[in-house]
């Protein structure tokens, strides 16, 4: 479920991301409004918010620690072996099990949504523009 303060930091990410008054009459009709991204980063945030954590449980690296015979417990093998006996603080292996700590954080939604909004940007905006000019 959904808790208020995910929905709020969502809100206030969503509009905290420009104003409208910073885009050019051209941006309003072709569709790149920050409004007409709003479902990008929608759909952006809460995929990632529930899909990012299931994705690296199912690699391994879950909250309770690295599961054995896992792609996880590959790397961090592997990690340890390339850096002498020790998996490096701050290393691949140690970034990706610190997120698998956080499943269903705030930080997940708010990459997610960052995420969404650049697809709109680049790809949706970025071929009406070059239909446009064609």
């Given at each position: ?73 590959w790397l961090m093998s592997w990690s340890a072996i390339s850096s002498g006996g020790g998996v490096p603080a701050g290393g691949v292996v140690a970034t990706l099990q610190s997120l698998g700590a956080q499943a269903g954080s705030v ?28």
């Amino acid at each position: 479920m959904w808790r208020q303060s995910q929905l709020l930091f969502l809100l206030c990410l969503v509009l905290s991301g420009g104003s409208a008054d910073k885009f050019t009459d051209d941006e309003e009709e072709d569709g790149c409004t920050l409004i007409d991204a709003l479902p990008y980063v929608v759909v952006g945030g809460a995929a990632l918010m529930y899909a990012g954590p299931a994705l690296l449980a199912t690699l391994g690296f879950q909250a309770t620690g690295i599961a054995a015979n896992s792609v996880g417990s590959w790397l961090m093998s592997w990690s340890a072996i390339s850096s002498g006996g020790g998996v490096p603080a701050g290393g691949v292996v140690a970034t990706l099990q610190s997120l698998g700590a956080q499943a269903g954080s705030v930080a997940w939604g708010s990459v997610g949504s960052k995420l969404g909004y650049t697809v709109h940007q680049n790809f949706i905006c970025g071929k009406k523009q070059k239909s446009k000019k064609l």
